[in-house]
């Protein structure tokens, strides 16, 4: 917001995620009881993490089926004066596993973005060094249609609400 320059100007923000029904309810217990651990533990002549005994045991048995589809869905509104006019911008994305490539929705929202700005930075269309911000040095039209093209599209919807 600082980098916007509208940090003074926000009045409210909030971010929550939506997750199947019981999904806390069965995690939340393995975490407590140190499931999720990363540090390796002796068992007999073998060294391994919980999260590695919980991985190899649940993870065959919670795996996709080829025709099995996630997604990931993001709702982003905005709400403000542009224009001298009160408005609501809403922003919704939608990606889905690609049952062709078998990419998931967050391996595509996660590494196509990554791929798009590691190019941009090859082919030399980011220019600015060390530590860049997303909203300020990538060229977001460019960026947007590299999405577009890879089939992620953010709708925008804008309505005035005076």
Request: proline residues 5%; contains cysteine.
């Amino acid at each position: 917001m600082d980098i916007l320059g509208i940090a003074g100007t926000i009045v409210e923000t909030t971010r929550y995620a939506l997750r199947w029904p019981g999904w806390s309810d069965f995690w939340r217990p393995l975490k407590q009881l140190g499931f999720l651990s990363d540090e390796p533990l002796q068992f007999y002549d073998c060294k391994i993490s919980p999260h590695q005994f919980l991985t190899t045991l649940i993870g065959p048995q919670i795996q996709y089926e080829d025709t099995e589809k996630d997604i990931v869905a993001m709702q982003n509104i905005f709400e403000g004066t542009k224009d001298g006019k009160r408005k609501r911008l809403t922003m919704n994305l939608l990606i889905e596993r690609d049952l062709d490539s078998g990419l998931f929705a967050m391996n595509r929202g996660v590494g196509f973005p990554a791929s798009i700005v590691a190019q941009m930075l090859a082919k030399g269309e980011i220019t600015g060094k060390g530590l860049l911000s997303p909203a300020v040095d990538i060229p977001a039209k460019r960026f947007m249609a590299e999405l577009s093209a890879r089939g992620i599209t953010i709708e925008i919807e804008e309505h005035i609400l005076d």
